[in-house]
């Protein structure tokens, strides 16, 4: 925990820098936070399919998801939000005569019902 889901489109696989949004991410958030970043622990999903508007077929997309611990202030997950949105856009472009969106959401998760398990 932290966790960071990046869901992002097939078309996106050439020109998205996952490894380098990843390591950005574990480098700036943490202070925001106040998380260490070895405990940031990020995954990516390829979308095969989606559908946008009224079947816009000229959008990739990036979602990402940041779950967190509850505690940190709205100031604290805007700014995180914004921070994850920055990067992103530095290393996910779309492909010629595509267009781009992207997504940041940050949730929370309850500290009393979170449990993990490491060796």
């Known amino acids: 925990?932290?966790?960071?889901?990046?869901?992002?489109?097939?078309?996106?696989?050439?020109?998205?820098?996952?490894?380098?949004?990843?390591?950005?991410?574990?480098?700036?958030?943490?202070?925001?936070?106040?998380?260490?970043?070895?405990?940031f622990k990020t995954r990516f999903r390829r979308i095969e399919e989606s559908y946008f508007g009224e079947g816009d077929d000229g959008i990739d997309?990036?979602?990402?998801?940041?779950?967190?611990l509850t505690g940190r202030t709205p100031e604290a997950r805007e700014k995180l939000s914004e921070t994850v949105r920055d990067i992103a856009l530095q290393?996910?472009?779309?492909?010629?005569?595509?267009?781009?969106?992207?997504?940041v959401e940050v949730r929370e998760m309850e500290r009393e019902s979170y449990r993990f398990h490491k060796d």
């Open 61 to 68: 997309a990036v979602f990402v998801q940041l779950s967190i």
């Open 1 to 39: 925990m932290p966790f960071v889901h990046v869901e992002y489109s097939e078309r996106l696989t050439e020109t998205f820098d996952r490894q380098a949004f990843a390591r950005e991410v574990h480098a700036a958030a943490p202070a925001i936070v106040d998380a260490p970043s070895v405990a």
């Open 91 to 103: 290393h996910a472009k779309a492909p010629e005569g595509r267009r781009l969106h992207l997504m």
